[in-house]
């Protein structure tokens, strides 16, 4: 378990080498983060998900929350598979990459079906669908897409653009529409540039568009309290409980107990342990 003093110090290091410095850190750039090391620690993404669920302010549109677990459920899934199924799955995606760059569109897809069969992941439903709508296969093409968008994950954006042309193609404008939003604001999380036409339009979603989204800010506390400080508050408490100043070491304890969520793990056990222990002092 990661402490959240740790993923605090972590994000807000990664924050100032891209230019934020204060305790307010943007929603993108706990993103950017949980993306980076997605790969190779899944358990502590997840761990700074969930500091952001924790901390996400009220009122503010929760669907980046639901593109981040997303993606992190994507991962998660992949991390299931054996060995054995994990190189399938790379052989098969792969095979799938080089045939479509080849121009061999109906062999890609037949690589990507299998890998949809094979290893059950949601991503083959993106690669499927996209060779299906390649193919124009628009019907066929859409059902995948959707199938994908329904769990969601690191294809969201793409999966949506691809739809958004097949929704234009059937005369979809709702869905058409629906589809842009989706792209703009998982763009908008990641702050990323996406840059897609439509009816001679250039859709940029690095630039503020009709459909925008201002940037979600997570509070963040990085311990301001010195071990020192805690065992000086500490020592006086036992003084004060010594002396029988029952109701000043309360006060004071009662206050400690208050500035743990910004005090390291081992300070704050240090804390519960002196909950345990300060009957003891009460009767000497």
């Known amino acids: 378990m990661v402490d959240n003093n740790d993923i605090v110090k972590e994000v807000r290091e990664y924050a100032k080498l891209n230019g934020y410095e204060n305790t307010r850190i943007p929603l993108f750039i706990f993103a950017k983060y949980i993306r980076e090391i997605l790969l190779i620690d899944v358990q502590k993404a997840e761990q700074i998900y969930y500091y952001i669920a924790a901390h996400y302010p009220k009122g503010a549109d929760e669907e980046p ?79 995948y897409l959707e199938r994908y968008i329904t769990q969601g994950g ?69 311990t301001s309290f010195s071990h020192e400080y805690v065992q000086e508050q500490l020592s006086k408490i036992k003084n004060l409980l010594l002396i029988r100043q029952y109701k000043q070491a309360e006060k004071l304890l009662k206050k400690l107990d208050q500035e743990q969520r910004d005090m390291t793990l081992e300070d704050r056990k240090q804390v519960e342990q002196f909950h345990r222990d300060k009957r003891l002092y009460h009767a000497k």
């Open 65 to 143: 929350l639901r593109y981040l677990k997303a993606i992190i459920l994507e991962r998660k899934q992949y991390c299931k598979l054996s060995l054995e199924q994990q190189e399938n799955y790379h052989m098969l995606q792969k095979r799938g990459k080089e045939e479509y760059q080849n121009s061999n569109l109906k062999k890609s897809c037949a690589y990507y079906q299998a890998g949809l069969s094979e290893t059950k992941q949601n991503i083959f439903n993106y690669y499927f669908g996209k060779m299906l709508y390649k193919l124009e296969h628009f019907y066929q093409a859409k059902k």
């Open 154 to 222: 690191e294809k969201c954006a793409k999966a949506s653009l691809y739809l958004f042309y097949i929704y234009k193609k059937l005369k979809k404008e709702k869905k058409s529409l629906e589809c842009l939003k989706r792209i703009i604001k998982f763009n908008a999380l990641f702050q990323e540039d996406f840059e897609f036409k439509c009816n001679n339009y250039t859709f940029k979603t690095g630039e503020d568009n009709c459909i925008g989204q201002e940037d979600i800010m997570i509070e963040t506390n990085v």
